[in-house]
């Protein structure tokens, strides 16, 4: 069974940066598009991003095109996602998820 670990959350200040990962546990990991998602308080998951598995096609929301960029190093098992020019607005858990397999989610909280 895959299993995904996300890190690199935490508090920065509106317009900073930051660089999400995911661990995946299994190599078959590198057959599966990967996808960013974020859930904030009150609101429903919603997609951020996402990535073909030989990282050739990527997707991103409206909200974030332009500031986030999704990446992937399928022999490290290691998907990523930089977020720069962060907003309030980005404040969330957010997960990974391959093939239908989640993370635990890592927060990000944007706030001076």
């Known amino acids: 069974q895959l299993q995904l670990v996300e890190s690199g959350g935490g508090l920065v200040q509106p317009g900073g940066s930051l660089r999400l990962s995911c661990a995946a546990s299994?190599?078959?990991?590198?057959?599966?598009?990967i996808g960013w998602f974020r859930q904030a308080p009150g609101k429903e998951r919603e997609g951020v991003s996402c990535?073909?598995?030989?990282?050739?096609?990527?997707y991103y929301a409206d909200s974030v095109k332009g500031r986030f960029t999704i990446s992937r190093d399928n022999a490290k098992k290691m998907v990523y996602l930089q977020m720069n020019n962060l907003h309030a607005e980005d404040t969330a858990v957010y997960y990974c998820n391959a093939d239908g397999y989640w993370g635990q989610g890592t927060q990000v909280t944007v706030s001076s």
């Open positions: 299994e190599p078959a990991f590198g057959y599966y598009a």
């Open positions: 990535i073909n598995r030989r990282a050739t096609s990527t």
